[in-house]
């Protein structure tokens, strides 16, 4: 590894590998490196027999933007997955998003305007809360009090350990409902799978490039920074900056997969448990998302947890303490003029894969023409 390439890539997560290939495609040369044994970042998944796993959560391709939708295509074909999750509050089952499907369950109306007039009538007991002070302020004034009871309290005080009292208004900005019978969560035109896994559409964006895992950066950042002209650094921003600032907070989650000899759990790819008494958040049925026959199927059960130093860090925890931090970063990072930032933790930022590959190549294109 004596080569001095253009750029020292760190993390062979979907930034990393979408920015190397940019790069790489116009004859620049890239190094990339990862602490972890396998390339994908998040987007990896396992195989057990036969069942593509998502090691990190479910992960559902989904955009609006025709060039990154033809991007990905280049390197593989995806499959017609549409994402239609069910909320299973007290043992009923509720589509999401909120739809129709939702409100005849939930209040037994069958048109639209019936269900307007209930939302409305609900959401006028809150509307004397002109400026929310936390999270269950805003939630009943969007929506009333049956839907934040069913869908939101619980659950969200599950994935953010503590009370909706606590949390910031700004979480939620707005709350969509469809008043069509419609359970395709995203609005998105583009969305699936890549057929045989995410695991496929990393290789091949990382094809011809020179990657180098288990290793980590900052065990010899010295001798890293030597090997190119450039850095992308793609890892927690607060680490790369020996937590000068303090630490950046996330929460984190705990997975605990489950072999079955049936072969359908759940009949869904991703079923929500939204009460407080049930301590996971939902279960994931793998085999689902490919469409697969198995005599076998493998669920996987999302428990929320705090973070600790030395664990994975997965959503970033927006409060006044942590945008004040992630501030402070930011405008340190401005006089590292050859080091560039990009990717979820780099950013401190919860990214869509698309909006992380647009990123990357935006990133790539600015360094092209530099």
């Known amino acids: 590894m004596n080569t001095i390439f253009d750029y020292l890539i760190i993390g062979a997560g979907l930034f990393g590998a979408s920015f190397a290939q940019k790069i790489r495609e116009h004859?620049?040369?890239?190094?990339?490196?990862?602490?972890?044994?396998?390339?994908?970042?998040?987007?990896?998944?396992?195989?057990?027999?036969?069942?593509?796993?998502?090691?990190?959560?479910?992960?559902?391709?989904?955009?609006?933007?025709?060039?990154?939708w033809q991007y990905v295509n280049?390197?593989?074909?995806?499959?017609?997955?549409?994402?239609?999750?069910?909320?299973?509050?007290?043992?009923?089952?509720?589509?999401?998003?909120?739809?129709?499907?939702?409100?005849?369950?939930?209040?037994?109306?069958?048109?639209?305007?019936?269900?307007?007039?209930?939302?409305?009538?609900?959401?006028?007991?809150?509307?004397?809360?002109?400026?929310?002070?936390?999270?269950?302020?805003?939630?009943?004034?969007?929506?009333?009090?049956?839907?934040?009871?069913?869908?939101?309290?619980?659950?969200?005080?599950?994935?953010?350990?503590?009370?909706?009292?606590?949390?910031?208004?700004?979480?939620?900005?707005?709350?969509p409902f469809r008043f069509t019978y419609d359970n395709n969560y995203f609005d998105?035109?583009?969305?699936?799978?890549?057929?045989?896994?995410?695991?496929?559409?990393i290789a091949n964006l990382l094809k011809g490039v020179e990657v180098k895992l288990s290793t980590n950066y900052f065990d010899n950042r010295e001798f890293f920074d030597s090997l190119a002209k450039k850095i992308v650094f793609t890892g927690c921003i607060d680490e790369f900056f020996n937590y000068e600032f303090g630490h950046l907070d996330y929460r984190s989650l705990k997975f605990e997969h489950e072999y079955l000899k049936i072969n359908n759990f759940q009949g869904n790819a991703v079923i929500n448990y939204n009460e407080a008494s049930v301590p996971f958040t939902r279960i994931i049925e793998h085999k689902h998302f490919e469409f697969g026959q198995q005599p076998h199927t493998i669920i996987t059960k999302e428990y929320p947890q705090s973070y600790q130093i030395g664990g994975e860090p997965y959503y970033p925890?927006?409060?006044?303490?942590?945008?004040?931090?992630?501030?402070?970063?930011?405008?340190?990072?401005?006089?590292?003029?050859?080091?560039?930032f990009g990717g979820r933790l780099a950013q401190y930022a919860y990214l869509d894969m698309d909006d992380t590959i647009e990123a990357a190549l935006y990133l790539a294109k600015k360094e092209l023409n530099s």
């Open 74 to 175: 280049r390197f593989i074909q995806f499959n017609h997955f549409i994402n239609s999750p069910l909320a299973n509050y007290k043992g009923q089952l509720y589509n999401l998003p909120f739809n129709m499907n939702t409100f005849n369950k939930l209040w037994g109306v069958n048109t639209p305007e019936e269900a307007k007039g209930i939302l409305e009538k609900q959401r006028k007991a809150y509307q004397h809360i002109t400026e929310p002070k936390n999270l269950e302020e805003q939630a009943l004034k969007l929506c009333g009090e049956d839907i934040y009871r069913t869908f939101i309290k619980e659950y969200t005080e599950k994935q953010w350990g503590c009370s909706t009292t606590e949390l910031p208004a700004f979480i939620i900005r707005r709350l």
């Open 27 to 68: 004859g620049k040369t890239c190094l990339v490196i990862d602490k972890r044994i396998h390339i994908g970042g998040n987007t990896y998944c396992r195989n057990e027999e036969g069942i593509n796993i998502h090691e990190y959560g479910a992960h559902i391709f989904h955009t609006d933007k025709e060039d990154i």
């Open 188 to 201: 998105d035109p583009y969305q699936g799978i890549p057929i045989g896994g995410y695991n496929l559409l």
């Open 317 to 340: 925890i927006n409060n006044e303490k942590n945008m004040k931090t992630i501030k402070q970063y930011k405008e340190k990072s401005i006089y590292y003029s050859n080091v560039l």
